[in-house]
């Protein structure tokens, strides 16, 4: 619980008795390896932190081909926000790439903490900042890059992921092909 602390504090000022508050509101939840945390199609049902473990966000291109557009690792929050707010359907996973354990917070605990604790709108509103700005940092760079450099930055934005998820997956992100990657690989080894 203390790494989730850490990080809430990191975006704002909250006294014992509200994180203790916030806490409560919390339930652990482990999935395992490929297990989805959120599905297209569905209701996004939790905002979750995630404690230890990976996962990528992805969705299914025209062709039926799946597409990795992000991944997260542990202290990170994990959502589809938008639609979770919304309540609505989501379009895309949010797939675990290797055992995961989560604290979430479903919709109802999720406003009641946002109605009791006058400062969260601001917090989550900074939190939410800073997701999106890492992943347009870590994303934004990849576009004009050729894969060899992709693979490079890949490695620099999240060391050591590459031996904790598929190279199916990788190479997806990068927007190469699994052989692609493994000649890169190869080369630069």
């Given amino acids: 619980m203390e ?3 850490n990080y ?6 909250l ?6 508050f916030i ?3 919390a339930k652990t939840l482990e999935l ?4 989805y945390f959120s599905e297209a199609g569905k209701v996004p049902r939790y905002v979750g932190f995630l404690l230890e473990g990976v996962v990528r966000f992805c969705y299914y291109n025209n062709k039926g081909k799946d597409v990795t557009h992000s991944f997260v690792e542990e202290n990170n929050f994990v959502s589809d ?4 707010e919304a309540q609505m359907i989501s379009s895309e996973y949010i797939q675990a790439e290797t055992d995961c354990k989560f604290l979430v917070f479903s919709k109802k605990d999720w406003d009641e903490i946002g109605n009791t604790i006058l400062s969260w709108k601001e917090i989550e509103n900074l ?3 800073n997701c999106l700005l890492k992943a347009i940092e870590r994303r934004s760079p990849l576009v004009s890059e050729d894969a060899t450099n ?3 930055l890949f490695k620099e934005h999240f060391p050591g992921l590459v031996n904790r998820v598929p190279l199916s997956h990788v190479a997806s992100y990068l927007g190469i092909t699994q052989p692609s990657l493994s000649r890169i690989r190869r080369n630069v080894r």
Avoid at 8 to 13: A, P, R, V, Y
Avoid at 15 to 20: E, S, V, W, Y
Avoid at 32 to 35: M, R, W
């Fill in 150 to 152: 992709r693979y490079f």
């Fill in 15 to 20: 006294n014992q008795q509200q994180t203790d």
């Fill in 23 to 25: 806490l409560r509101k």
């Fill in 3 to 5: 790494p989730f602390i």
């Fill in 127 to 129: 939190i939410q900042k």
């Fill in 8 to 13: 809430i504090l990191q975006f704002g000022s």
């Fill in 32 to 35: 395992h390896k490929d297990e």
């Fill in 81 to 84: 926000q938008q639609r979770f």
